[in-house]
Each structure stands twice: as structure tokens, then as C-alpha cells.
């Protein structure tokens, strides 16, 4: 049960335009007695009952009327025992070989995409009716009995090539009431179907060219405990759905929106999110726009923090959970767990990726096992570029605040230069200085946005450092502040290659006569 609007893309909209004697009451109980049926439903605010047709902007997921899609009924156990032997019986796809899921089921895209050997991935995912996802910004959300998510694999037969592709996979991910179950099931050769794996998973090649050359490339459905073994309690169980990966635009029901907003304003999530543009999310390896901490630490995250992290499975206890700042994830200078007979590797050594066991883990080399361990038998060429050139030119000559303290402030580091003094006068702390790599003892160094206009929109310049956050806030009077609306208010780095990002306020971002706006800086 529940109820049920029409998409903002269906032809029904606007397209009757009959009257229909024997209708007395459109849907929302309202009377149309001699009214010409302009629309799938006459619409009207009371008191006035002011008729008219619904719009894409009244229906649908453009709407903010908090509407759940109709509860699916799946042919699946909320366990090991009673899998049904073929996908198609599964009843998740309305069309299998379209990939087309029931109603109910809702297609999503993370910010970034877990390392899959090359493979192009779809998602779903159901939540039961009546039932909310329990939200955190920062920590694992939650999720109730009965949620299901849903992962398709497909391979290109020729590298680079999206048109040419092979169904390989489809996975479930299940949640029961203390924990979670996976299954896999493998496609046949004629891509119709396909097929429940036993427990203990299986491993098979895939022909695939590099260009001409044929490759053998081997493929790993994991058992059932090896899902187990990543999709935990602490790693968060659907290592997909948080705030960060969510917090982006896609299509759903043909209409672009942020995911994050739309969970929320569709009753998925036990609270109202006003603004998720201005929420964290994850920068993806190839954002012009971000820095390269910022694109390297949401990378770790997204691929490593599921068991590295306080309570993870990873000998190193390193942290690398995207909240964490930098100083306080244990990756820099620390000895590793293994160092085969090494003693001069650390976990990350600031300039120098191949004395760094997180980068040799990735790459398999100087007689290292590669991480991840499971399910995978091919490097991340992006990735492991990524982390290579982090460690070595993002991270060279970074210093933690401490660190820069000692160096600027000397013996008097501990007094004149601990974060909140301000030791040049000129308005910002050192906390600050140290953010926008700034002169902590020069008053002229300080102001580093520049503001201009053009064409009624109003262009922010800001000058910063690589390892932080900026945000612009507005506030009607100058003692609240909140993040701008929309893409305004969200968090931005300063670019790889460059020293400064900017930003436009148009004229629908002032919503007040006096309205103030201000830049903060935070660090990663």
C-alpha cells in the first residue's frame, strides 16, 4: 500500500483535455463539477481552489511531497537458504534483458566507484515502506530489516571500448536483522539469464584485448563470507550508501537532482536535510575542480576505510575514514605492520610513494601482497597513479600544524603560536594562516578573496591552501550563519596546479535586501 503519483515525465500530463461528467473529485478529494479535464489531476491550493494542471514541478521526484514508491515483492529470503536458482526469478527486473527493475526498485550512482577490475557496474536499491534509512553525515548510516541493494557487472570485451561489453555478475546485498547476506549470480554465455553461485563463490577467465593483443583476465565471485568479510557493521554493511557518495546529481525518473536531497525529501532518510549540496561528499580521481588531497583521501575512503579503521580487520591500523584530518589517520611516518626486512618503509613517506607500503600494496611490488585481497586480480591503474603522485608531490613538502608552528614560530611555538592567537593582527588565527598558507607574522598577508562583477552575478576569487575545506556562508545579520544555497554553498578545494578557486553568487543566491555572505576555510 501507499501512495502513488505519475512520473514528472509521463504523457499524461497535460494531455486529456475532455470533460467528464461522471468525475465529480480529482484525486486530492477536491471538486471538478464542469471543469475540463486539462491534466491527469486538477490541482488547487486551499482556500482559493485555484484550478489548474499538474506540472512536472507537482509530481513525480521533482516534487517536495514526501512520496515513497509501492513496496516490490521480491522472491528472496532475508538469508542463506531459499535463493531462488535464477536471477529472473528473483523478481528484482520488470525486463531482465533490459536490466529494467520492478517498481519500487530505484536505480543510484556513488561519487565514486569501488575498484572492480575494469568492469562497468549498475546499482539498485529498495528500502521497505514505512521504514527510514537512519541518517549521519559522517558516521555509517543505518539501514531496516528488508533493505536490498543490487550490483550488475558487466566487462568490456575490448578495453576502453563501452559499447562492447559482456554480462558477467549480478550481486545482492540483503539487510537482516543484525547484520547483512550477499549471493552472486553468474550470466550465461547467451546473456538471457543467470544462475545462483554456491556459497563458496567462483573463479573463471574472461577473454578481453588491450587494444589487439587478447588477454586472459581472471574473475572472482566471492564466497559468501568473503562478502562478509567487507561489508560489515563498522565498515558501514552497504559500503555505497553515506552522505559523501551520495551527495551528487543523477537522473532518476528522467529529472537531474541531487541524490542525497532527494532521499531525504522522498522519506527515505529520519531527517529532513534542507540543503545537501552543502553536506560533504567525495571527489572523484578526475575533478578538474578538487585538490589532490582532496581527490586521494576521498579515494582511500571509498576503497580502503571499510576495514581500515578503528574496529576494521587490517593489521596497519591506520585510519583513513574521510572525517578523519590528516595529522590523525596514522598514515604518515608510521612503521608498518610488514615491512619484509625494510626498515626504512613507513605506511606513507612524504615524498618518496615507493618507500610507502600503501602505495607498493596497491601495485604488488617489492614482494608485497596486493591490497585490496579479495575479489580482484588487477591494479587500478588510476588509482594507484593517484596515491603515487600524492605521496609523492602533494605530500612532499606538506607540513602538520605542529610541524609548521616549530618553523615559524620557534621557541615561542607553544604561546605566539598555538591555532586560535592571532600573532600578526590582521584578523585571522594562526589556525587560519596555516590553512591558506599564509604569513602568520605579516598583517598584509591576510584578505586572499578577491570579489568582482559582471552581468549581475558576482564572482569570488578565493587563494588558499591544498589541504582545506572552503565553504561561502550567508547570514542576515551577522551573528547566524549557514552555508549558501545550492551548488553555492558547496564545499570547495583549491585545484590541483593551481592556487586559487572561484566561485559565482547570481542573483537568485541573495534572497534579502542586507545579506552578508563570508568565505570560512577548515582543514581536511
Same mark, same amino acid.
Given at each position: 500500500?501507499?501512495?502513488?503519483?505519475?512520473?514528472?515525465?509521463?504523457?499524461?500530463?497535460?494531455?486529456?483535455?475532455?470533460?467528464?461528467?461522471?468525475?465529480?473529485?480529482?484525486?486530492?478529494?477536491?471538486?471538478?463539477?464542469?471543469?475540463?479535464?486539462?491534466?491527469?489531476?486538477?490541482?488547487?491550493?486551499?482556500?482559493?481552489?485555484?484550478?489548474?494542471?499538474?506540472?512536472?514541478?507537482?509530481?513525480?521526484?521533482?516534487?517536495?511531497?514526501?512520496?515513497?514508491?509501492?513496496?516490490?515483492?521480491? $522472491?528472496?529470503?532475508?538469508?542463506?537458504?531459499?535463493?531462488?536458482?535464477?536471477?529472473?526469478?528473483?523478481?528484482?527486473?520488470?525486463?531482465?534483458?533490459?536490466?529494467?527493475?520492478?517498481?519500487?526498485?530505484?536505480?543510484?550512482?556513488?561519487?565514486?566507484? =569501488?575498484?572492480?577490475?575494469? !568492469?562497468?557496474?549498475?546499482?539498485?536499491?529498495?528500502?521497505?515502506?514505512?521504514?527510514?534509512?537512519?541518517?549521519?553525515?559522517?558516521?555509517?548510516?543505518?539501514?531496516?530489516?528488508?533493505?536490498?541493494?543490487?550490483?550488475?557487472?558487466?566487462?568490456?570485451?575490448?578495453?576502453?571500448?563501452?559499447?562492447?561489453?559482456?554480462?558477467?555478475?549480478?550481486?545482492?546485498?540483503?539487510? +537482516?536483522?543484525?547484520?547483512?547476506?550477499?549471493?552472486?549470480?553468474?550470466?550465461?554465455?547467451?546473456?538471457?539469464?543467470?544462475?545462483?553461485?554456491?556459497?563458496?563463490?567462483?573463479?573463471?577467465?574472461?577473454?578481453?584485448?588491450?587494444?589487439?593483443?587478447?588477454?586472459?583476465?581472471?574473475?572472482?565471485?566471492?564466497?559468501?563470507?568473503?562478502?562478509?568479510?567487507?561489508?560489515?557493521?563498522?565498515?558501514?554493511?552497504?559500503?555505497?550508501?553515506?552522505?559523501?557518495?551520495?551527495?551528487?546529481?543523477?537522473?532518476?525518473?528522467?529529472?537531474?537532482?541531487?541524490?542525497?536531497?532527494?532521499?531525504?525529501?522522498?522519506?527515505?532518510?529520519?531527517?529532513? *536535510?534542507?540543503?545537501?549540496?552543502?553536506?560533504?561528499?567525495?571527489?572523484?580521481?578526475?575533478?578538474?575542480?578538487?585538490?589532490?588531497?582532496?581527490?586521494?583521501?576521498?579515494?582511500?575512503?571509498?576503497?580502503?576505510?571499510?576495514?581500515?579503521?578503528?574496529?576494521?580487520?587490517?593489521?596497519?591500523?591506520?585510519?583513513?575514514?574521510?572525517?578523519?584530518?590528516?595529522? =590523525?589517520?596514522?598514515?604518515?611516518?608510521?612503521?608498518?605492520?610488514?615491512?619484509?626486512?625494510?626498515?626504512?618503509?613507513?605506511?606513507?613517506?612524504?615524498?618518496?610513494?615507493?618507500?610507502?607500503? *600503501?602505495?607498493?600494496?596497491?601495485?604488488?611490488?617489492?614482494?608485497?601482497?596486493?591490497?585490496?585481497?579479495?575479489?580482484?586480480?588487477?591494479?587500478?591503474?588510476?588509482?594507484?597513479?593517484?596515491?603515487?603522485?600524492?605521496?609523492? $608531490?602533494?605530500?612532499?613538502?606538506?607540513?602538520?600544524?605542529?610541524?609548521?608552528?616549530?618553523?615559524? =614560530?620557534?621557541?615561542?611555538?607553544? +604561546?605566539?603560536?598555538?591555532?586560535?592567537?592571532?600573532?600578526?593582527?590582521?584578523?585571522?588565527?594562526?589556525?587560519?594562516?596555516? *590553512?591558506?598558507?599564509?604569513?602568520?607574522?605579516?598583517?598584509?598577508?591576510?584578505?586572499?578573496?578577491?570579489?568582482?562583477?559582471?552581468?549581475?552575478?558576482?564572482?569570488?576569487?578565493?587563494?588558499?591552501?591544498?589541504? !582545506?575545506?572552503?565553504?561561502?556562508?550567508?547570514?542576515?545579520?551577522?551573528?547566524?550563519?549557514?552555508?549558501?544555497?545550492?551548488?553555492?554553498?558547496?564545499?570547495?578545494?583549491?585545484?590541483?596546479?593551481?592556487?586559487?578557486?572561484?566561485?559565482?553568487?547570481?542573483?537568485?543566491?541573495?534572497?534579502?535586501?542586507?545579506?552578508? =555572505?563570508?568565505?570560512?576555510?577548515?582543514?581536511?
Amino acid at each position: 500500500a501507499g501512495i502513488q503519483r505519475i512520473g514528472a515525465g509521463s504523457p499524461a500530463i497535460n494531455a486529456a483535455s475532455e470533460l467528464f461528467d461522471e468525475v465529480d473529485l480529482d484525486i486530492d478529494a477536491q471538486s471538478r463539477e464542469g471543469i475540463p479535464d486539462v491534466g491527469a489531476d486538477e490541482f488547487s491550493d486551499e482556500p482559493g481552489l485555484q484550478n489548474g494542471p499538474l506540472s512536472a514541478a507537482d509530481v513525480g521526484p521533482n516534487s517536495l511531497i514526501g512520496l515513497r514508491p509501492l513496496n516490490v515483492s521480491l $522472491n528472496i529470503p532475508l538469508g542463506e537458504d531459499g535463493w531462488p536458482e535464477l536471477l529472473s526469478e528473483t523478481g528484482a527486473f520488470s525486463d531482465l534483458l533490459r536490466l529494467t527493475p520492478a517498481t519500487g526498485i530505484l536505480p543510484y550512482e556513488p561519487n565514486i566507484s =569501488f575498484w572492480s577490475d575494469y !568492469a562497468r557496474k549498475s546499482r539498485w536499491f529498495y528500502i521497505p515502506l514505512g521504514s527510514t534509512i537512519g541518517y549521519s553525515e559522517n558516521g555509517n548510516w543505518t539501514f531496516p530489516e528488508g533493505s536490498v541493494w543490487i550490483k550488475h557487472f558487466d566487462m568490456e570485451t575490448v578495453r576502453g571500448s563501452s559499447s562492447r561489453t559482456k554480462r558477467i555478475e549480478t550481486r545482492f546485498l540483503v539487510k +537482516t536483522e543484525f547484520s547483512v547476506y550477499g549471493v552472486s549470480y553468474r550470466w550465461n554465455e547467451e546473456e538471457t539469464d543467470a544462475t545462483l553461485v554456491g556459497e563458496d563463490g567462483v573463479s573463471f577467465d574472461l577473454s578481453v584485448f588491450e587494444g589487439t593483443t587478447p588477454v586472459a583476465q581472471r574473475w572472482s565471485i566471492p564466497s559468501r563470507s568473503e562478502c562478509l568479510a567487507c561489508h560489515t557493521l563498522t565498515g558501514g554493511e552497504a559500503l555505497s550508501f553515506n552522505t559523501r557518495q551520495l551527495n551528487r546529481t543523477q537522473y532518476i525518473d528522467g529529472v537531474e537532482q541531487n541524490m542525497l536531497q532527494y532521499l531525504s525529501d522522498h522519506e527515505f532518510l529520519n531527517q529532513h *536535510l534542507d540543503d545537501a549540496h552543502a553536506l560533504p561528499y567525495f571527489a572523484r580521481p578526475d575533478d578538474p575542480h578538487a585538490s589532490l588531497d582532496f581527490k586521494a583521501r576521498s579515494y582511500l575512503a571509498v576503497n580502503c576505510a571499510y576495514c581500515h579503521q578503528p574496529g576494521g580487520t587490517e593489521a596497519d591500523p591506520f585510519d583513513v575514514r574521510p572525517h578523519r584530518m590528516l595529522e =590523525f589517520t596514522k598514515l604518515i611516518d608510521t612503521v608498518p605492520s610488514i615491512n619484509n626486512d625494510d626498515d626504512s618503509l613507513r605506511i606513507v613517506l612524504r615524498g618518496d610513494a615507493e618507500k610507502s607500503t *600503501l602505495y607498493l600494496r596497491m601495485v604488488a611490488e617489492q614482494g608485497f601482497t596486493r591490497m585490496p585481497p579479495i575479489a580482484t586480480s588487477e591494479i587500478d591503474p588510476v588509482g594507484s597513479e593517484l596515491i603515487k603522485n600524492w605521496i609523492n $608531490n602533494g605530500l612532499a613538502n606538506h607540513q602538520f600544524y605542529s610541524e609548521w608552528q616549530e618553523a615559524i =614560530f620557534g621557541e615561542l611555538a607553544e +604561546t605566539v603560536g598555538i591555532r586560535e592567537n592571532d600573532a600578526d593582527f590582521d584578523g585571522d588565527s594562526n589556525e587560519i594562516e596555516f *590553512l591558506n598558507q599564509t604569513d602568520p607574522l605579516s598583517g598584509s598577508d591576510s584578505n586572499r578573496v578577491g570579489i568582482s562583477h559582471q552581468d549581475g552575478s558576482t564572482r569570488l576569487s578565493i587563494r588558499g591552501g591544498h589541504f !582545506a575545506d572552503y565553504q561561502v556562508e550567508t547570514s542576515i545579520d551577522m551573528d547566524n550563519w549557514e552555508p549558501a544555497t545550492g551548488d553555492t554553498g558547496r564545499v570547495v578545494t583549491i585545484p590541483e596546479g593551481s592556487d586559487s578557486v572561484e566561485l559565482t553568487l547570481q542573483p537568485e543566491d541573495i534572497s534579502a535586501i542586507n545579506q552578508f =555572505f563570508r568565505v570560512t576555510a577548515k582543514q581536511r
